[in-house]
């Protein structure tokens, strides 16, 4: 009569991923989850959920996600499909592609922008924005 669909693992446990200062990882990351990494990631990151870049963390590839906190070191591409907030710390260089934008006095913003509308669909079976889904 009431049936409800049983939680997964992750659910239960809570959802974020975290990498700690210190770790150094070269490669992709794809995440259903949200994200916090205060190490470094030299590759590209994909997420349905939220990344937050701490303050000793760096990315150097691209990012695609829901939401992003960045208080670190961002250098490439970042596409977030709602809200990105840019923290008094952050250095922030390359292409930035938001719904929305925070950006905190102190920061280092040396981007270039695009605001589009929120997109409510991320497709990330394949690793690709949805805008490149192939036929």
């Known amino acids: 009569m009431f049936e409800k669909n049983p939680k997964s693992y992750t659910d239960l446990l809570g959802k974020t991923n975290r990498i700690v200062e210190g770790t150094v990882i070269k490669g992709d990351i794809i995440s259903q989850a949200d994200f916090r990494l205060d190490g470094e990631l030299i590759g590209n990151f994909h997420s349905k959920g939220k990344i937050v870049i701490g303050p000793a963390g760096k990315v150097i590839g691209d990012i695609v996600c829901r939401n992003a906190d960045i208080e670190g070191k961002f250098d490439g591409r970042i596409e ?5 907030n840019v923290k008094a710390k952050a250095k922030i260089n390359g292409e ?6 925070s950006v905190e006095p102190g920061a280092e913003f040396s981007a270039s922008c695009v605001m ?20």
């Open 80 to 84: 977030v499909f709602e809200i990105l």
């Open 96 to 101: 930035v592609i938001v719904g929305k934008l």
């Open 116 to 135: 589009k509308a929120n997109v409510k669909n991320i497709n990330l079976n394949d690793g690709k924005r949805p805008e490149e889904k192939t036929a």
